[in-house]
């Protein structure tokens, strides 16, 4: 069983285009993230979740909303797609809250906006 | 300026060779993780480093932590083409909860 699973692995959609991202995780953690990775390969966190409420709303435009039903799921949904939101979008969690911890990544989502 | 840099950015080395990746910062870290990323997979966790000065092995790879919890390395001894990938290294800082900034990633090719 996957730990961390994304759906979907690639997206290709048009500029203008609203779009979801979903992610679950059959691990039992509490806190669940979403990172963008640019071409670059750098990895900039989104959003943190802990318990389905939002802990981390990095800078991030307000057409980017995160959406938790329970502390399993934690789905990404995009308004009014733009070029530059073209990424891999990573979902993660991890188990506990404090410093000794690790972070569990999904295999991504390649956005590509055309 | 990202919170953490590590160089270098890309390293190609052959087979067999020895290499250090470092990872620096201005800033004082909780916990220092070092992750492994392979082309279309997401980052897997290597270790986490605690501890000012604390050094872990896995295998051939040896982490340390800096004294002043603000840098680490990574040296591959003997390096193999299984590993090959994108090393990233991430910090939590104190009083962000489980907050990961990571860094600028070194790209490793081992060529056989």
């Known amino acids: 069983d996957t730990a961390v699973s994304q759906t979907p692995k690639y997206l290709v959609t048009q500029m203008g285009n609203d779009k979801s991202i979903k992610c679950e995780q059959n691990l039992g953690h509490d806190t669940m993230y979403w990172y963008k990775q640019d071409s670059k390969k750098f990895l900039k966190i989104m959003f943190s979740?802990?318990?389905?409420?939002?802990?981390i709303n990095e800078t991030v435009p307000n057409r980017f909303s995160p959406k938790s039903p329970d502390k399993a799921h934690l789905n990404l949904h995009i308004n009014s797609l733009e070029l530059g939101d073209s990424a891999v979008y990573f979902c993660?969690?991890?188990?506990?809250?404090?410093?000794?911890?690790?972070?569990?990544f999904g295999q991504g989502t390649r956005l590509t906006v055309v | 300026t990202q919170l953490l840099e590590q160089s270098p950015q890309f390293l190609s080395i052959q087979e067999g060779e020895n290499l250090t990746v470092y990872c620096n910062s201005s800033s004082v870290f909780s916990s220092l993780q070092w992750y492994r990323q392979e082309p279309g997979e997401g980052p897997v966790l290597l270790v986490t480093v605690v501890t000012g000065g604390e050094v872990k092995k896995l295998k051939r790879l040896t982490f340390q932590f800096g004294d002043a919890r603000k840098d680490s390395s990574l040296h591959i001894t003997a390096a193999q083409p299984g590993d090959t990938g994108l090393y990233l290294c991430a910090g939590v800082k104190p009083n962000t909860g489980n907050q990961f900034y990571f860094g600028t990633g070194t790209s490793l090719t081992v060529i056989p």
């Open positions: 979740y802990n318990n389905k409420e939002l802990i």
């Open positions: 993660a969690s991890s188990p506990r809250q404090g410093y000794n911890t690790e972070a569990f």
